[in-house]
């Protein structure tokens, strides 16, 4: 099938030389055609240009996208949306007073998601898990990495991890899986987390590698849940295993995670809501993506991570959701984009490419996804009829998506 689509008011973030990344000053820079043409050939972009340069196509369907934005699809590195149930009631008791924290203490949390993942049958958590993938779809998403770490045995890890399998083969995006077993110490070893490391260490890790399951290990780095020494080490043995890693970091506390995650060339360091200067400091010049979440920061009301300041010093920075049933229940990369330039204060050229190219390398997906580039797959999303894109983020919280496309089809009505 090819596709024709004409009359574009604007097509965003063209890179006719593709960029793996972009950091600092360059953030600020948003390539774009206004009144552009985008042909797409099977699966992928063929051409693109000005309308004036249109050349003869053997298109079999011709959309016409006056007024309306082409832009390629959000890419959310970040996202937990295999789980069982909901946490309403923790929301409720946080508006009554309780913090994140004491919820988690009193046995909420991720526990909580932990007992109803493991009170659910892996084919109901499939279905469940495949709405809010088709949800996040139609809002714009058009490639993604989903962790585990609600199971926390082997068995129940498993589990997540075949359904990410599942998902995987049953959608047409990208989707990368991630261990995350070190998400919090289960209650059956609350007095012996040496030996719940020691069974993610000898037993969870050698299992998933062996069937393939993960492409990248995470750890919850943090203040009550695994300090920076116990990060290494499981850091260290999923690396032994061919996993990368990339970690959840300085959410509610600065305890050296980021300097961990550097240290093990983790692809990224996620959260960073706390931020030292020598956790800047220690990000230039590697090659570990800074990845904030601002509505993650917006759910629970903690702090916006620093982006303006994180740029300003030279960084990259990508945006994702967290889409978790805790700190995020939502998969909404359109409000995402809005929440960081209203409340970080960074422009709209630089949270989409936050959102988009940066993403894409907080995934190992620079190569294919990302930017309106000759070979990448056609993963796209058409506006509705815009002024132009800095109003996505501007009319915060209003749909202006009309159309998605995944691999050259359309996926939305
Ligand atoms: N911070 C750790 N993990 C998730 C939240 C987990 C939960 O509350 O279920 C996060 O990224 O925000
Ligand atoms: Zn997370």
């Known amino acids: 099938m090819n596709i024709l689509i004409k009359n574009i008011r604007q097509l965003l973030q063209v890179r006719d030389t593709p960029v793996q990344k972009v950091s600092g000053r360059e953030m600020k820079n948003l390539p774009v055609i ?9 699966n992928t972009i063929a051409d693109y240009g000005k309308m004036e340069d249109l050349p003869e196509t053997k298109a079999n369907e011709i959309i016409n996208a006056a007024g309306k934005v082409v832009m390629p699809a959000w890419c959310d590195s970040h996202t937990h949306i295999v789980y069982a149930g ?9 508006i009554n007073g309780l913090s994140y924290e004491e919820i988690a203490n009193r046995g909420g949390g991720i526990l909580n998601s932990a007992k109803k993942l493991e009170e659910t049958p892996e084919d109901d958590l ?5 709405k809010r993938l088709e949800e996040v779809i139609a809002m714009g998403t058009g490639a993604i990495e989903i962790k585990s770490g609600y199971g926390l045995s082997t068995d129940a890890e498993l589990k997540m991890l075949r ?11 990208p989707i990368k899986a991630t261990f995350l077993g070190a998400h919090a110490i289960p209650a059956n070893y609350r007095n012996d987390r040496k030996g719940y490391i020691d ?21 919850f780095c943090e203040k009550g849940y695994f300090t920076t020494e ?4 499981i850091l260290e043995a999923g690396k032994a295993f061919g996993l990368v890693p990339k970690i959840h970091v300085n959410q509610f506390h600065a305890i050296g995670g980021i300097q961990t995650g550097i240290k093990h060339n983790a692809l990224s360091v996620d959260h960073l809501e706390v931020m030292r200067d020598e956790d800047i400091e220690a990000l230039k010049g590697s090659k570990t993506m800074p990845v904030a979440l601002p509505s993650c920061s917006y759910f629970l009301s903690i702090p916006y991570t620093p982006a303006r300041k994180m740029i300003d010093a030279g960084l990259p920075l990508a945006l994702a959701t967290d889409y978790n049933p805790g700190s995020t229940p939502s998969g909404n990369m359109n409000f995402v984009v809005a929440t960081a330039c209203i409340k970080m204060k960074i422009t709209p050229e630089e949270a989409i490419n936050a959102a ?10 620079s190569d294919t996804h990302g930017s309106i580039t000759r070979g990448k797959e056609a993963n796209l999303i058409i506006t509705r009829d815009i002024p132009g894109y800095a109003f996505l983020p501007y009319a915060f919280g209003n749909n202006h998506i ?12």
Do not use: C, H, W
């Open 34 to 42: 206004e009144n552009a043409y985008l042909y797409i050939e099977n």
């Open 163 to 173: 359904v990410i399998r599942r998902l995987q083969t049953n959608y047409d995006i």
């Open 199 to 219: 069974l993610l260490i000898n037993e969870m890790i050698p299992a998933i590698a062996e069937k393939g399951l993960a492409e990248y290990v995470d750890v």
């Open 356 to 365: 988009t190219v940066n993403g894409a390398y907080a995934m190992g997906l």
């Open 230 to 233: 116990e990060t290494e080490r």
């Open 126 to 130: 499939y279905r469940q898990s495949a």
């Open 402 to 413: 009309d159309t998605v496309l995944i691999r050259g089809k359309v996926v939305t009505p």
């Open 86 to 94: 909901n946490r309403e009631q923790e929301f409720v008791d946080r």
